[in-house]
């Protein structure tokens, strides 16, 4: 199982931001580099590819404050 995390985007250590948008949903079978989430903090976004092929499942709501670093998804 891989771990998709949050990226880090600020320097602080335990900053917040948003999971703006999932483009997959629970279940569904990914590849390796596919557009899976876009995130949002302060005035930067940015795009989550998936690491891995496989299925995913989301750990995270789309519109949650999450802190940089944590799990929103995994991949089996």
């Given at each position: 199982m891989t771990e998709v995390?949050?990226?880090r985007m600020s320097e602080e250590?335990?900053?917040i931001g948003v999971l703006s948008t999932w483009f997959v949903e629970?279940?569904?079978?990914?590849?390796?580099?596919?557009l899976i989430a876009e995130?949002?903090?302060?005035k930067?976004?940015?795009e989550v590819l998936a690491p891995v092929a496989g299925?995913?499942?989301l750990a995270t709501d789309e519109g949650a404050e999450?802190?940089?670093?944590?799990?929103?998804?995994?991949i089996e």
């Open positions: 995390t949050f990226p250590a335990d900053a629970s279940g569904e079978t990914v590849k390796a580099d596919q995130v949002a903090m302060d930067v976004d940015a299925t995913i499942t999450v802190e940089q670093g944590a799990v929103i998804a995994r």
